[in-house]
Structure formats: C-alpha cells, structure tokens
C-alpha cells in the first residue's frame, strides 16, 4: 500500500482544514440569512407605515350641533303654540300670570324668589327646586353658570384677575344673595384652582389666597349673559365698595353675544359671563384668535316653573306635561282630564334668552336620531337650500303623497318625461334615510384630526385629553379608513367621503388592455425569436435590444405613449374612428386604450424576455418527439412547446402586470385625469388609476387624504395580491394538467 | 438465431452521403442499403457518428441550424433531401424512437392518438390506439388508465409508449437510436422482442451501444468508426451472423472482442 500524497492535508490539518470550509460556508449561510432579515424587516417596516395610516383615532366635529338643530326646531314648536306669550322682560312675566289663574310660566329662581308673594313654584316630578336638589341633579330644570376668561388675560390684565379673585372669594354669598343656588364646596374649590393655576402668581392648586383689591385700577370688561348678570353686578358691587378703583364695565347681551365679543382678534369684553358652555365653533373662532378659554362654575341656575297663587289645580308637573302644556295641548284639560277645560296661557321669557334653550333642551331632551321623520325633514328644509332639496326629492321622494321642495305639478312633469328620474319609481324616502341626509346635508361630521394607529393605540390617554382641550365638541372615535364604503365610492374633495371606485376600475381597464396587446405579440415575438428566428446579428441585435428596452425608464414609455397613442393615433385611441365620440373636440387620445398601450409597450420587453426564458426551458426531446410524428413545425409548437412553456410565460406575465399595475410615471404623462369621479365606461373614456390616485392624494395638504391615500395603498395590494393569486393559480391548473 | 435472407428489395439507402455541423464533417461518405423487414444495427464506439446517420434517414438534423447533408438518401426511389420532398412526409414515413423515452406531458392516449390525428386521421381512434398500443405490448398494461399521464408510467412502458406513438401514424420505417440505453435488462429484453415482432410489419433501423443486442437482436449490422480527423464512416457491413463470428476488417474485429471503444 502506497502511501498518500502528502499534498493532501492530514491528521489536525485535515480537522483544520474541514473546520476552516465549514466556517465559510456557515458565514455565507449568515450572509443569506442577513439579506433575507433585512428584506423582512423593510417589508414590515412598509406594512407598518401603511397600516399605520390606515386605522387610527380621528376626532369628529359636526358642521351643525344635531343638538341645536334640535333645539331649534324644539322651540319653534313652543313659540308657535297658541296663547304664548312671549317676554325678554321677566317682571312683565311676573305680571302677566300673577293674576291668571289658568297661566304658566318659567325663568330663573332669583326672579322668583323676588315675586314669590305673587307666585306659586311648581314642583317637577315631584322635586322641590332647592340648593340640594339643583346640584344633586335630582331638579331636573338645573344648570350651572360659568364666566369664561384665559389664562392670558388673567396674567396680563391685573385688574381682571383681581376681580376674578375677588369673585371667587365671595362667589357663594354673593350667589344666594341674587338668588341662585351655589355651588358645593369642593367645586367652589375646583374653580378657585383654576385660577390660581392661571393666575401667572406661581401658585399651585390647593394655594388660594384672596387678595385685597383696595386702591388697585385698571379696567375689567365684562358681557354675556343675563342670567349671570345679577351675580357680576352684586360682585362688582362689593368690590367697589372695597375699594378696587378699576373701571368695570358689566353689559348685559346674552351668552351668545358674550361669546362672540370675546372670541375675535379684537376682543371686546374680558370675561363672559355664560349661561351654557361654549360651544364648538365659539371655541374654533377663540382658537383662531389665539385664546384658549378658561370655564369657571360660579353658581347652578335653576329654572321655575310658576304658576299664579290662584291656580289651585297644579302643584306638580312632569317633564311630559310641560312638554304638552307648552306644545300641543290648547286647554287644561287636554293634559289631563281632571283639570278645568281653560286655555292654557303659556308665557316664555324672550326667543333669543338662555332660559328658553335651557328649558326647551331640558324638557325635551331629544336625539337627533329618534326624531320622527316629519321633523327630520322640517329640519332639512329649514337648513338646505331649496335646489339641493329639490335634487334630493328628484332622486327619491320625501312623501308619497305630497312634495316638500319641488313643486308638485313641476315633479309630475319630470316624472311623465322622456326620461323620467329614478325618484319617480322609488317608494318615499323611510325615516333612517331622511336621517342620513340631514347627516350628510346639514350636520356634516368633520374630522378635525387624527392619529396613527399606534399612537391611537398607546397615547389614547394623552390624545383623549388633547381633544378635550383643543375640540371640545369633537367626538374621538376610532377609524378604519378602509371600509367598504370607501371602496365602492368614486373620488371626492372631502376626505371621509371619498373613494377609490373609479380609480380601481380605471386600473382594471388598463390591465385588460395592457393584457390584450402585450400578451400575444410578446408570446409571439418570443416565440419567433427561440423557435423560428436563425442565429444571425439582426437577430441577435434585437435580442440585445430586447433586453436594453426592459431596462428604460417608464417615463420614456410614458413620452413615447404621448407622441405615438396620444397624438398620432388620436382618431384611433380617442374612440373617434370607430364613431364612439361625436367629435374630436370633446375626445382627446388620453383614454384608457392609450393608457393600456402605452403599459403594453412597457411590458413587453419582459413579456418576451420571460417567454423566451420559459420556451427555452421546454426539452428539446418533446420538440423531436413531435417532429419525428410527422408534425410540422407549428403544430409542434402549439402542441406541445408553448402548453409546457405556459407556466413559465404566466409567471412572466403575472410580473409584468404586477409592474404595470403599480406604475404611475407613464400613465401621468399619458394623462390620466387626476381628478375624475366618473367610472370609466368603456376603452374609450377617462381614467385615473390607483397609483394616481394615491400619488394625488398624498400630495393633499390636509391630514385625512394621507390616511386616505395609505388606504388606497391597502386597497392597491389586495387588488395586485388578488391578480396574483388568481393568475398563480390558473398557472398551477394548466400546469396540473399537462403533467 | 433471427432470419438473414432478405427478400431483395431495400427500404432506404444512402448513397455518398456526408453530414456536416458547419465546418466540421461528423460523416463521411456513407453508402449503406438497408433491408426492408429486416432489423439492421448500427454500432461503432462513441462519437463515431451512428446517431448522426440514423438522424439523417429522416431528416431530424434539419432541426440542428448548423447541420447539412451532402449526398442522397434514396426512399422510395427519391432522394429525401432533393428540394420537392417535405421533411414532414419523410417523418411520417420514417418514424423515430429516442435515446431516452420522451412521452408528451398528456395522457397514454393522447401520446398515441395526437400523431395519428395531426396527420389527418380519419378513422377508428380509439381503434387505432389500441392497435398500436397491443403492437408495442403496452396494451394489457395500460388499458384501464388510458386517462392518465404518459408519466405515469416505467421507463420501459414510456419507450413502448413512444414505440406505440410512432406505430400509430403506421410508418414504414423506424429509426430507434439507442432506444434501451436508459432501461434496466428485464426492460431491455422487453424491448428487444417487441423489435422482433414489429420486424414483421416495419423496417428498422437500430443503433445500440451494446454489442451484444446488436448480435442476439439483429440481421443486419453496420460497424462505424471514427477516422483521424473525428469524421465517422462505415467500416464494415454485412449480415450480423457474418460480421460478428467472421469480421472481415481487423478494426471490426477488435472492437466486437472488446479490444477497443
């Protein structure tokens, strides 16, 4: 036995050797491995970014509070009632039931205890009006009452903030005094943290301190309401009279004109005095002036409900009698039998007083949704023009029997017309309907503002706080921006109402195009160029070129496809050749065969080169096997080479469409319309594209269009992901067949 | 011991002819008449160009760009490559079974039925199929799974399969070119006697590697070798009994005693 070349390692070299190759190949391995986490981990981070987008908290505002749309139509209904009586003068109210036994009234408790030897209060379902029962919420005809101010103005202007302090200081004597119920201690406490927390003294919640106001000036402007007025003037009363020298000047216009004092750049008052929280777009226009309101509980007002001390029938009402004594019923007696069959005399403090929304709101206490449909569409013809209401009553009825916008005679014209709308055949509108339109129509839900998904999901805290803060009358609810609605809806300007319908159609139309061209000629110029074609330079200089073109950008196709599809062959893309349009003027060539042809083009250097591939794979022994049969040439080819060259030809075709797809360069220069809400109806019309669509609206200054666009992304991968599939599997059917 | 009379007639031969694959001649001046119903082998050791001959007989080296044949093959009185003859009646004519059974991706009965129906098949398919198919002893191996993949089946039922294939489009002649290389004995031997019987009703046309098949299956054999400049040409060729207890070329000779190739 002869001995080994000693070249070869042996012994410890040999484990070292073996040890040294393992290690390269575990390092390759980690290489591999490296690349395929990092493409992992950007696919992930690409989900992440989109799903991100997708779904998040968003906070809602309504255009219209539902409830005021309420309200209003609440206290229409009252003022209309017969025998009403209506006073922005309380003491004329005083005057009016005193002596009347069969009369009815309300306002504030303070105008009652003043006239209570005249009157009589009412208890409301069975609740005295008192301190206990008004803060307790026991006594149902309760509210409280705020002076709004800012942090700023309590900073910059001494003599308010001393005036505030001087309020909060003697706030719950001073209230009982006008007559008001105070507010319990650990609110008062509440309020008084308030300001000293925005006073600028570096105080701390908890460290209230009354400061002396005597000898300090300036000047302390004060409006709103009238309710709160008594309170103001008693407080500015007293520190006169310890002798705050500042000027104080006190008006008394009601909340709403308070408000819009005090909510502009010039603001006219320094604190209001509010019988209602601010509402939101009081709070909007604050913002806008770059104020941030500060609401301060001074006292709870309470409403009475009087009646004459002659009146000798009533001691109790419910909130459903007052409803009907103040709405529908005429006499006593139609609220309840027993009572005498008198006209009800209602008296109201005036249209424009707090007091009035504050006991319609109360007593009736209605949702916009439960609201019968005839008050849902009195409210739409209140708020919506009669145009719209008369497209709106064209495309469905209100009423079977009558017509709220349009004029019946006009309706029964366009209804026996050559083309009658669809409104004419359509059953009326139900109640959940009409309710959807005064949704869509008059409250008009906005979103002011969202979040992404994961900081919906771990700052819900600090988001939920921010909202209250920043959009008081926002609703914070969570979002999907995906959802079936936004599929099926075309494009839109507002955000939550837009869609990708037309863009995901346009999309379609141009796969089926771009298919229908590249396909067959680039399966049959691959099959030409591996099966027919003779090895020469021409041929192999096409080849060359073949592989050059796949590689140029898709914008050259998109400058190519202008020139060729869109200007030369106009006539032909634009549809005018084949009659299509009435004139070249309305019909320009950027319709949706352009489009196709111009992706076509794009793709079919891949086409052929996959083709070329997959028929180059297929064994030449099947080519002979066919040919020594007897074949010819073409009946081998179609037989036999192209079927078993077919998976691999879908698989480069699933590719090139997947390209086609997401491509957007060439199709804006083509010139997809960018805004566009019609579906495409056939080869020859308008598009847009999802990509486009995306594209566009990503480039949207408002918020909502990113979160629209990211869905629009999701929309863009399940509908790749779906042709994929599909195509994947149509491949593995034909495959299954021919092995 | 098989029948070495043959009843005079020749169901193709080639006269002077030459092979080229561009510049390089693969084969050279080939003058060969082969009987017809007879089995004729052709041996020689590799690369000396037997695959290349029997591809010319029916013209399969029309599908190399590069190939060219000089000379004639005579079939049926007319040269094969003379500009009037299609290649695709000559390989009607001349049928083809390969180095490696090559069933198409269909089913058993497709593989029979598809040349016979490209060719303008008017008759009794199912018929035909089953004739071809009890020709080629497939028959009682298949009948009950016609529907099925020709892949279904053993390498030696796919070559029985493609011999079936080229019986349906009933040729005159079959070329096989080493048409057991790729099967074990037992399928070899299969092979072997269905070449036998199928004698009776066709000319063939057999190159084998192994000597022995050429000797036990053969009447006619022809040896090729390969000259200096890698050009291959008929060295001897007679009646298989004759060349192989009595060579008259030394080269013979040696290689048929294993002494080379």
């Known amino acids: 036995m002869s001995r080994i070349t000693p070249s070869f390692p042996e012994g410890a070299d040999l484990e070292q050797q073996i040890t040294n190759r393992h290690r390269r190949g575990t390092l390759g391995r980690l290489l591999f491995q490296a690349a395929t986490i990092v493409g992992i981990l950007a696919l992930i981070a690409l989900l ?148 000293a927390v925005n006073s600028g003294l570096g105080l701390q919640a908890g460290q209230w301190t009354t400061i002396d106001p005597n000898g300090l000036g300036g000047m302390v402007r004060v409006a709103g309401s009238s309710t709160v007025f008594p309170i103001t003037e008693a407080v500015a009363t007293g520190i ?218 771990f700052k819900r805290q600090e988001i939920a706080q921010l909202v209250a803060e920043d959009y008081p009358n926002a609703e914070l609810e969570f979002r999907s921006w995906l959802t079936a609605q936004f599929v099926a809806s075309p494009q839109s300007s507002t955000p939550e109402l837009a869609g990708v319908r037309t863009a995901i159609m346009g999309s379609l139309w141009i796969i089926l195009i771009t298919i229908v061209f590249s396909f067959p000629i680039g399966v049959g110029a691959a099959i030409y160029l591996q099966e027919y074609a003779t090895d020469n330079w021409i041929n192999r200089l096409i080849e060359t070129n073949i592989s050059n073109l796949a590689g140029v950008p898709s914008i050259v196709y998109g400058m190519l496809g202008l020139a060729i599809f869109v200007r030369v062959l106009e006539p032909i893309t634009s549809g005018a050749a084949f009659g299509l349009v009435e004139s070249t003027a309305s019909a320009n060539g950027r319709t949706i065969v352009s489009a196709g042809l111009t992706l076509g083009l794009l793709i079919l250097p891949l086409l052929i080169i996959n083709a070329q591939e997959a028929i180059k794979a297929v064994p030449n022994s099947l080519r002979q096997a066919g040919m020594a049969l007897g074949a010819t040439k073409w009946q081998t ?74 869905a629009a992304i999701v929309v863009l991968l399940i509908l790749l992901l779906t042709l994929n599939a599909s195509a994947v599997l149509l491949r593995n059917r034909t495959t299954r067949r021919l092995s | 011991m098989t029948s070495t009379s043959t009843n005079g007639t020749y169901a193709i031969e080639a006269n002077n002819m030459h092979v080229f694959y561009g510049s390089f001649r693969a084969v050279k001046d080939i003058s060969l008449k082969f009987p017809a119903h007879q089995i004729t082998a052709l041996i020689g050791p590799s690369g000396c160009g037997k695959s290349t001959v029997i591809r010319s007989f029916n013209r399969m080296n029309d599908l190399v760009a590069t190939a060219r044949v000089e000379g004639e093959v005579l079939y049926q009185g007319s040269n094969i490559y003379s500009h009037n003859v299609d290649p695709v009646e000559v390989r009607r004519r001349i049928g083809m079974v390969f180095q490696k059974p090559n069933p198409f991706p269909k089913t058993i009965y497709e593989n029979v039925a598809w040349g016979a129906r490209i060719n303008g098949y008017k008759g009794d398919m199912d018929g035909l199929v089953e004739g071809a198919l009890r020709q080629a002893a497939l028959w009682d191996e298949v009948k009950d799974k016609l529907q099925q993949s020709g892949f279904s089946l053993s390498g030696g039922q796919q070559q029985r399969l493609c011999i079936a294939r080229t019986i349906a489009v009933k040729p005159e002649i079959i070329l096989m070119d080493e048409p057991t290389s790729a099967l074990d004995p037992i399928a070899t031997l299969r092979i072997e006697e269905l070449i036998q019987e199928l004698k009776k009703n066709y000319t063939i046309i057999i190159v084998t590697h192994n000597m022995q098949q050429a000797a036990r299956a053969s009447d006619y054999t022809a040896f090729f070798n390969m000259d200096t400049d890698r050009a291959g040409y008929l060295v001897e060729y007679d009646q298989t009994n004759d060349l192989f207890t009595n060579p008259k070329n030394e080269m013979t000779e040696q290689y048929i005693t294993g002494r080379f190739g």
């Open chain 1, 240 to 457: 006169g009279a310890a002798g705050f020298a500042a000027d104080i000047r006190l008006e008394n216009s009601g909340t709403t004109a308070g408000f819009r004092a005090f909510c502009q750049r010039n603001r006219q008052t320094d604190i209001v005095n509010a019988s209602r929280p601010i509402n939101s777009a009081e709070f909007e226009a604050c913002r806008d002036a770059g104020l941030r309101p500060l609401a301060l509980v001074v006292a709870i007002d309470t409403l009475a409900v009087v009646v004459s001390q002659e009146n000798s029938f009533l001691d109790n009402v419910t909130q459903e009698e007052l409803r009907q004594i103040y709405t529908t019923a005429e006499r006593w007696s139609d609220v309840d039998p027993n009572r005498p069959a008198e006209l009800i005399h209602r008296y109201i403090p005036g249209a424009d007083s707090g007091t009035l929304d504050f006991f319609t709101e109360t007593i009736f206490q209605a949702d916009l949704a439960d609201l019968p449909k005839d008050d849902l569409v009195e409210i739409l013809q209140a708020n919506i023009s009669v145009g719209l209401g008369r497209r709106i009553e064209r495309d469905q009825r209100f009423y079977e029997d009558q017509f709220v916008f349009e004029d019946p005679a006009l309706f029964a014209e366009v209804c026996a017309g050559a083309e009658p709308p669809a409104g004419c055949e359509l059953e009326a509108r139900s109640e959940a309907n009409v309710y959807q339109l005064v949704l869509a129509e008059v409250v008009k839900p906005d979103v002011v503002k969202t979040w992404s998904l994961v900081d919906s999901l």
């Open chain 1, 48 to 195: 992440y970014n989109i799903l991100n987008q997708t779904f998040g908290l968003t906070a809602v505002q309504n255009e219209v509070d539902p409830d005021a749309l309420v309200l209003a139509l609440d206290e229409e209904k009252l003022l209309a009632a017969s025998n009403t009586i209506t006073s922005e003068d309380d003491n004329e109210l005083v005057a009016g039931i005193e002596d009347d036994p069969y009369a009815i009234g309300f306002f504030g408790y303070a105008y009652y205890l003043q006239n209570q030897d005249k009157l009589k209060v009412l208890e409301v379902e069975n609740v005295t009006p008192s301190p206990e029962s008004a803060e307790n919420g026991d006594y149902l005809l309760a509210r409280p009452l705020y002076l709004y101010t800012t942090a700023d103005i309590l900073q910059n202007n001494q003599a308010v903030s001393i005036f505030v302090n001087y309020y909060l200081s003697h706030l719950n004597e001073v209230v009982t005094e006008v007559g008001y119920f105070p507010v319990s201690q650990e609110a008062l406490y509440a309020v008084q943290d308030v300001w």
């Open chain 1, 637 to 710: 080819i179609w037989h036999h080479v192209l079927p078993n060259a077919l998976p691999g030809i879908m698989t480069g075709t699933i590719l090139a469409i997947s390209r086609a797809i997401g491509e957007t360069a060439p199709i804006v220069v083509v010139g997809a319309s960018t805004f566009i809400t019609v579906d495409p109806n056939g080869p020859f019309a308008k598009f847009t594209t999802l990509p486009i669509q995306i594209y566009q609206w990503t480039s949207r200054p408002q918020d909502e269009f990113r979160n629209i666009a990211a």
